[in-house]
């Protein structure tokens, strides 16, 4: 079996190319990848080469595919595991694998298994550790975007609090409780605040903060105070930009008791901070966002660590329990993942995208493997109609959507795009 994929071979270097892949074991898989939502983790990855923890040593002379937030179908299955799996079903995956001890995941670190392909080998491993996924649901788009919702969702889990004289740690955000999204009118704070509001577990308080205009109107227009009133959840949006004093003008909005749980969005040392000063007791703050500087810091009150509780953390992913949450409650249409997509393209536009994703306004870049297709904004496809159908019939199902992807707009692109 032939496939098509962008692979890399040392820093800045992706390669979009075609070959063969080995005949699969009876203990490995071979699927056909629809989709792969681009993460920045990729990006991340990409510049930094071999220097990166996950990607192998010998990558100049074993190139790996790129891309680990991806679904697709089952197209042959070993015979040690045709009891659990069946051909031309569809997949979803939790590229998060820990096997024994390793950190080797999809995207980073194989040759033959990653999102950003036509078709792959899933090895023995995944399949072991419960990682592949039979999924149900009606869109692929889903599946891929479940894995950057399980990191919401894991991150939503990991939070903990505590009570004096205990040393019992409570899991997971402060239901009825104060939250801070911080620099998060991105892709991955818009999942947090779809998550945030229609979780079993909500916080009495959302405040959503950024310094881009268009971003937050955005925001603003997909979750609106009136859901999230419905929701029991005063939702309030904060353009940090020109304030003074953001720690003192966040704090307000708590009456000056401050947040019981804030994420942060950027590695960025002033958000960073931002989020320490404004921590009520026993306030938790997780620091979300990934730098790629292994010097990055900030200043942290130690003094409202020793008599105030605070602490900090961090999570980088999330598990196959918080995956299959994702897929339960996107099939469920309790949460829609496709607010965090901005952009539509093919496999010919990764290598480029990649390249470039920290220059590329808006949120998740969603490809699909099968097809031709320039990276092209959602709110593009309108302009681009007025000289090619197929963006004209796109654009017209989107605005009857919210300017959304949805489930109508993936299948017309499978059914009648160009290939």
Request: aromatic letters at 8%; charged letters at 20%; glycine letters at 10%.
């Amino acid at each position: 079996m032939k496939t098509k994929a962008v692979r890399l071979y040392k820093e800045n270097d992706l390669r979009l190319e075609e070959f063969e892949l080995p005949e699969i074991t009876d203990e490995e898989i071979l699927v056909e990848v629809i989709s792969d939502s681009v993460c920045m983790s990729t990006y991340k990855t990409v510049i930094l080469g071999k220097k990166h923890k996950r990607v192998p040593q010998d990558v100049d002379v074993h190139p790996i595919i790129i891309g680990h937030e991806f679904s697709g179908n089952i197209v042959q299955v070993g015979a040690k595991l045709k009891d659990q799996f069946k051909e031309g079903n569809k997949f979803a995956l939790q590229p998060a694998l820990n096997y024994k001890g390793s950190m080797w995941s999809p995207g980073y670190s194989y040759q033959y298994f990653g999102g950003d392909a036509t078709y792959n080998v899933i090895p023995r491993e995944v399949m072991e550790l419960g990682c592949f996924l039979n999924y149900q649901g009606e869109t692929y788009y889903e599946a891929s975007l479940a894995e950057p919702m399980s990191c919401i969702i894991g991150a939503f889990h990991a939070s903990y609090h505590t009570s004096m004289g205990s040393y019992e740690h409570r899991m997971g955000i402060v239901e009825g409780g104060k939250m801070a999204l911080l620099a998060a009118a991105g892709p991955m704070g818009l999942g947090a605040i779809d998550y945030a509001l229609h979780s079993d577990r909500r916080p009495a308080l959302l405040v959503v903060t950024d310094v881009d205009a268009e971003k937050i109107a955005r925001a603003d227009m997909i979750f609106t105070a009136e859901e999230a009133k419905e929701c029991g959840v005063e939702l309030v949006f904060v353009n940090t930009q020109g304030i003074e004093d953001v720690p003192a003008h966040l704090r307000a909005l708590t009456g000056n008791t401050g947040f019981d749980d804030v994420f942060v969005f950027t590695p960025i040392k002033q958000v960073a901070e931002q989020g320490d000063k404004i921590l009520g007791r026993d306030g938790c703050l997780n620091f979300f966002a990934g730098p790629t500087d292994p010097s990055f810091g900030a200043e942290m009150n130690l003094y409202n660590v020793h008599y105030g509780s605070t602490h900090v953390m961090g999570t980088t992913g999330g598990n196959t329990s918080d995956l299959l949450e994702s897929l339960k409650l996107t099939e469920e249409k309790i949460i829609n993942p496709a607010v965090m997509v901005t952009h539509i393209g093919g496999l010919d536009a990764v290598a480029e995208t990649v390249l470039n994703l920290p220059h590329i306004p808006g949120g998740k870049k969603l490809i699909y493997t099968h097809i031709a297709m320039e990276l092209t904004a959602i709110d593009e496809f309108a302009e681009k109609g007025l000289t090619q159908p197929h963006f004209a019939r796109l654009a017209e199902i989107v605005q009857r959507n919210k300017g959304l992807w949805c489930a109508e707009a993936e299948s017309y692109l499978l059914k009648d795009w160009e290939v």
